[in-house]
């Protein structure tokens, strides 16, 4: 974000919906595009997001993420940690949408969907923190 990209950018600019912090390594997660015959349910979509989020963990700096979604999607993020900060923040058609945020390290575990993935996302987790342990 801070590209002037993300369309929730345009939502967050010149609010203080949450502390300054939370902005900052943020990227917007809800242009994840799966062809139609790949759309088999929030399974599908909670493995994609895993193996995504993972990539973006290993390969460059994310704290945060935020999305524009429908009530439906709304639901989804917030079982994976993350919290609706506007409910009706825009409409797209006759459909009302919302914004959501949740933290990076929160979102990977709670889409770890089995004893290997939580591994990993644990492991992945560790190695991101040992940098500030070593400036502590």
């Not at 759309?39 to 909670?46: H, I, N, Q, T």
């Not at 390290?105 to 709670?110: E, F, K, N, Q, T």
Request: hydrophobic share 45%; aromatic share 4%.
């Amino acid at each position: 974000m801070n590209q002037g990209l993300a369309p929730c950018e345009a939502l967050l600019d010149g609010q203080s919906l949450l502390p300054a912090h939370c902005y900052d390594a943020s990227w917007e997660v809800g242009r994840l595009v799966l062809a139609p015959e790949y759309r088999a349910g929030p399974e599908v979509l909670k493995r994609c997001l895993f193996v995504t989020l993972l990539h973006l963990l290993r390969t460059t700096r994310i704290e945060n993420v935020f999305a524009v979604c429908t009530p439906v999607l709304a639901r989804l993020y917030r079982r994976l940690g993350c919290s609706v900060i506007i409910k009706d923040a825009c409409e797209n058609g006759d459909q009302s949408l919302s914004l959501i945020h949740g933290k990076a390290s929160g979102v990977l575990m709670a889409l770890a969907g089995n004893e290997e993935e939580k591994l990993l996302a644990q492991c992945e987790l560790a190695v991101r923190r040992e940098p500030e342990l070593e400036m502590s």
